[in-house]
């Protein structure tokens, strides 16, 4: 009987209220994990933010973006380039392709003798793999 009383204007503002309510919980969440990973934060530093935003949550995290949101973004591309990075060497590793600058030399002299490289192409390889 209730559902039949809501008019559409009402379900809306309703969906509206659910939708911050949401994006309040997904803020404190990454609040929470950027307290909690931060290297820059001693253990009682992470303890007080943590403290602050839990027992006066709006004022906490108001505070913890005023004071540390413009680092907050930072840490987290930092973090995607370290997995990346990290996704990188392991895809290199499986693949068997993580070899060392003089060990790509040595395969290049090697394909040089051989005479499967021209002079050209042999100094152009050599050129790559120094400069990377």
């Not at 997904?26 to 602050?52: P, Q, Y």
């Not at 005023?66 to 380039?81: H, L, N, T």
């Not at 895809?91 to 040089?112: C, F, K, N, V, Y």
């Amino acid at each position: 009987m209730l559902a039949a009383e809501f008019g559409t204007g009402q379900v809306l503002w309703s969906i509206f209220w659910f939708f911050l309510f949401f994006l309040w919980i997904m803020l404190v969440f990454n609040i929470l994990g950027d307290i909690f990973r931060s290297d820059d934060l001693s253990g009682i530093a992470k303890a007080l933010w943590l403290a602050f935003v839990v027992f006066l949550p709006y004022l906490g995290v108001f505070m913890y973006l005023i004071v540390r949101g413009d680092k907050m973004g930072m840490r987290q591309m930092q973090r995607a380039q370290d997995q990346e990075a990290a996704t990188q060497d392991y895809i290199r590793s499986a693949a068997g392709t993580a070899s060392s600058p003089a060990d790509q030399l040595a395969s290049l002299a090697d394909l040089h003798t051989a005479g499967k490289l021209t002079d050209v192409e042999y100094e152009e390889a050599k050129r790559r793999v120094i400069v990377s």
